[in-house]
C-alpha cells in the first residue's frame, strides 16, 4: 500500500523560505517520479515541480528561480525548498509518487504566506 507523508507546512511572512518533505512508504522510491502540485482556494490543483527517477527536474513557470525540488533515495523522500515566498504561493501542498500507468497522492500539507 502506497503511503505519502508531507511534513513542514505553515504561515511564513512574504519573503520568507520553508521546505517540504514528503515520505514514501509501500513503494520503490528510486524508480517512482515524484512531484509537488498545490491547491489555492477556489481554484484547480496545478504542478509545481516534479523530479523524475533519473532526476531531470521541472518547474512550474511562477516558482522558477524561487524553489528547489530534490530526493534523497536513501531515505525515500522528496523536498521542496521554498524561498521568496509570496501570498499567491498559498495552497494545500500536495506529494505525488507517479509510475507508468499509476500516480498516488498525499494528503497535503498547508502553507500560507501572510503578514
Known amino acids: 500500500q502506497v503511503q505519502l507523508v508531507e511534513s513542514g507546512g505553515g504561515l511564513v511572512q512574504p519573503g520568507g523560505s520553508l521546505r517540504l518533505a514528503c515520505a514514501a512508504r509501500?513503494?520503490?522510491?528510486?524508480?517512482?517520479?515524484m512531484g509537488w502540485y498545490r491547491q489555492a482556494p477556489g481554484k484547480q490543483r496545478e504542478l509545481v515541480a516534479t523530479?523524475?527517477?533519473?532526476?531531470?527536474?521541472n518547474y512550474a513557470d511562477s516558482v522558477k528561480g524561487r524553489f528547489t525540488i530534490s530526493r534523497d533515495n536513501a531515505k525515500n523522500t522528496v523536498y521542496l525548498q521554498m524561498s521568496s515566498l509570496k501570498s499567491e504561493d498559498t495552497g494545500v501542498y500536495y506529494c505525488?509518487?507517479?509510475?507508468?500507468?499509476?500516480?498516488?497522492w498525499g494528503q497535503g500539507t498547508q502553507v500560507t504566506v501572510s503578514s
Open positions: 509501500g513503494i520503490m522510491f528510486r524508480a517512482y517520479n
Open positions: 505525488s509518487a507517479q509510475y507508468p500507468g499509476v500516480t498516488s
Open positions: 523530479m523524475a527517477a533519473g532526476g531531470s527536474t
